[in-house]
């Protein structure tokens, strides 16, 4: 493989900004209105209940779902809105700084950092799955990503002559690397509620 058969993550990282942020703020959108009928009325039942293993009342209740004081889709509604924005200002022909690039990169890590601690806390502590959450955190993995890989490409992370090969293998396999964190991700889920799924099998 060569230099040209590396994607220009600059052609396609609008749309996946506008389009990963819209479906990341809706469901922020749907669990705060399943958070505010929990509140008030303690015997409503959210549409995203399903069975023992999709149960979203299990987790808008728990004090992990309020991680910071604050119903935690709070975060995903000023987040997303944000990411959106961004993406709709590079359709606009808007340029930003690098700065306000590394700020975005920042802020995305940090996402999924938060979104692993719930992933496990979702799994093994309250041993339970939210399905808006899911979806939260499927577009904030290749928010993150791609974010990151731009910055690599537009040179706002530098990288270092010993690191460039690495740093060309992760941009030719982008979509392989990120299919496998869904693949891990989804493996750990099957595990995790074996005793359930194989009920259904």
Not at 144 to 157: D, S
Not at 174 to 184: A, E, F, M, S
Request: glycine fraction near 4%; include cysteine.
């Amino acid at each position: 493989m060569n230099n040209k058969q590396i994607p220009k993550i600059s052609n396609f990282i609008p749309w996946l900004l506008t389009v990963a942020g819209s479906i990341g703020l809706l469901s922020a959108f749907m669990l705060t209105l399943e958070k505010i009928e929990l509140l008030k009325n303690a015997s409503f039942k959210p549409i995203c209940n399903l069975n023992p293993v999709f149960s979203c009342s299990s987790i808008i209740m728990t004090k992990q779902a309020s991680a910071f004081g604050f119903p935690n889709p709070m975060i995903g509604l000023i987040g997303f809105s944000v990411v959106i924005t961004i993406g709709m200002g590079i359709f606009a022909k808007a340029t930003y700084k690098r700065w306000f690039w590394m700020g975005l990169n920042i802020a995305s890590a940090l996402a999924a950092i938060f979104m692993h601690w719930l992933i496990f806390e979702s799994l093994y502590e309250i041993k339970a799955l939210c399905i808006f959450c899911m979806i939260v955190w499927s577009v904030t993995m290749p928010i993150f990503w791609y974010t990151t890989l731009y910055n690599i490409q537009e040179k706002n992370i530098k990288i270092a002559k010993k690191y460039q090969k690495v740093s060309l293998f992760i941009q030719r396999h982008h979509l392989d690397i990120l299919i496998t964190w869904y693949v891990i991700l989804i493996a750990l889920i099957l595990q995790n509620f074996w005793y359930y799924w194989k009920t259904i099998f």
